[in-house]
């Protein structure tokens, strides 16, 4: 992301300095200031160090005519170190109040970054809670490389969804997947608008022309995994499979062409869930749906914990919307319950959720993943730049670019082709039920498929994951001019 590299040099050195000064000033007794980045080498400053957060519960308030966002933040967080001073990310918004353990705490701002001073240090493995009140007009994200994320202001409300650091401009928070935690998201608006938000719906009140709708998700999320969706909505919700479903489409949608698209395809949600079920373990969470706006220049479809949202525009046959939601929910057990430990190792989502999406074309008798590998391989000429990006280390300005997702995909296969059906699924369906919850790196994944399937395949994800090139195939594919050659996708998802 060009726009935090940009100026993460300089922030990084201020921080270290200040950190260094910190440790100076609070001198004996152990106890010193959190890192400013929990060491993610693709964002240094996303995250922080020194304590662990165990939930969120987000008092927000949200006003469709003026855009302003109010919010009362309550952290519950644990010091995994003696803290004299910790970090929290937060962009842009302005802090009336700060406090922890209900006493006045001192703070400063850098960029991103809130540096929080509590009057007494915190002793490593203690308990503590935050309390932030803060309010502004959250800004949406341009970037150079992902385009528009996070707050969309639509013309009844705003959509709230983005990757990979977005939650730092509506909350502050400890903005990085490896510290997932419980949310609870309390949202009050004009009476009339409906708010969507994560996992389970446990309540709404009305008083004096303002609801509040409250949403739970206690299942452990990644930060960018959560979402605030306000405007009108048609709410639909049933319980099947074990799963409770709430799904959320903009009443303008229905009478639109991506209306019986996104219809058949949502009526097809606890088919999908059950279809992924069958190869990849129980689904990870209490609660489903999805969430459609409608809104233009929303350009992507993203993962968002239990309720994935979509753009309209990927809703323009009953093939394409079904494809979408099946990549958006195999994210749930890859990307979402498994998330990466460091982003860098997005191949892990990415390439996970489009391999679904080549065994659901099978189910449906379209073509078997094995047929979608030989039309991509030959798609490529050896000589494009497909074959060039590592996608085990993409670097963050290629961090979601297409290689990530189809050479992932590929990836996938070639294992597949090497293990065995048998070993594979082994493979796939272990990792997400073993790893549940968890933070996931690609070493990680090769050592879990080198001891499910006993062979060594370093040789394998070398050439497949960390080297610039098309690599050979046993079988290499002949490219056929009827093949359907798999289109970039416009949209990002
Ligand atoms: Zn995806």
New binding site residues.
């Given amino acids: 992301m060009l726009r935090r590299t940009t100026v993460v040099l300089t922030s990084i050195l201020a921080m270290l300095l200040s950190t260094a000064q910190g440790a100076q000033a609070h001198g004996g007794g152990g106890f010193s200031p959190g890192a400013p980045g929990i060491g993610d080498a693709y964002y240094p400053l996303d995250g922080n160090g020194g304590y662990d957060v165990r939930h969120y519960d987000l008092d927000i308030g949200y006003t469709p005519a003026t855009d302003v966002l109010t919010g009362v933040a309550t952290i519950s967080a644990r010091a995994t170190q003696n803290l004299s001073a910790f970090n929290l990310d937060f962009e842009g918004l302005t802090i009336r109040s700060l406090t922890v353990d209900g006493k006045a705490a001192a703070y400063t701002r850098n960029g991103g970054e809130l540096t929080v001073t509590p009057r007494h240090g915190l002793r490593k493995g203690r308990g503590f809670t935050v309390v932030v009140r803060y309010d502004g007009v959250p800004q949406t994200i341009d970037d150079p490389n992902l385009g528009l994320t996070g707050i969309f202001h639509t013309d009844d409300g705003m959509i709230m969804a983005g990757q990979p650091d977005v939650a730092a401009t509506w909350y502050p928070v400890n903005d990085h997947p490896k510290d997932k935690a419980s949310y609870t998201i309390r949202t009050t608006v004009p009476e009339g608008l409906e708010v969507v938000s994560n996992g389970a719906l446990t309540g709404t009140k009305t008083r004096r022309g303002l609801t509040t709708w409250t949403w739970d998700a206690p299942e452990p999320m990644a930060s960018y995994l959560v979402t605030v969706n306000v405007g009108q909505f048609d709410i639909t919700s049933y319980r099947s499979g074990g799963i409770r479903y709430w799904d959320a489409v903009d009443p303008d949608l229905p009478g639109s062409s991506y209306g019986p698209f996104i219809k058949s395809a949502f009526d097809r949600h606890p088919e999908i869930n059950g279809f992924l079920a069958d190869v990849f373990g129980p689904y990870p969470f209490r609660t489903s749906g999805g969430i459609v706006d409608d809104m233009e220049g929303l350009g992507f479809a993203l993962?968002t914990q239990t309720r994935p949202i979509y753009s309209k525009y990927f809703f323009t046959s009953a093939d394409n919307g079904a494809g979408v939601v099946v990549?958006?929910l195999a994210?749930q057990w890859y990307?979402d319950s498994l998330a990466v430990g460091r982003w860098q190792d997005i191949w892990l989502?990415?390439g996970f959720?489009t391999y679904a999406e080549w065994l659901w074309t099978e189910h449906e008798g379209q073509g078997t993943p094995q047929q979608i590998f030989d039309a991509s391989y030959a798609d490529f000429p050896a000589d494009h730049p497909f074959w060039q990006l590592k996608i085990g280390d993409p670097g963050p300005v290629n961090l979601f670019d297409y290689p990530v997702?189809l050479r992932g995909a590929m990836t996938l296969q070639v294992l597949r082709n090497r293990v065995g059906d048998d070993a594979f699924f082994r493979i796939v369906r272990g990792w997400a039920q073993t790893r549940k919850g968890d933070n996931v790196t690609t070493p990680e994944f090769i050592a879990f498929a080198e001891r499910v399937s006993r062979q060594q395949l370093d040789d394998l994800f070398d050439t497949w994951l960390f080297t610039p090139g098309r690599p050979e195939v046993a079988s290499p594919a002949r490219a056929s001019a009827d093949s359907a050659a798999p289109a970039a996708p416009e949209l990002r998802?």
């Fill in positions: 993962e990549h958006e994210h990307g989502n990415e959720a997702y998802r």
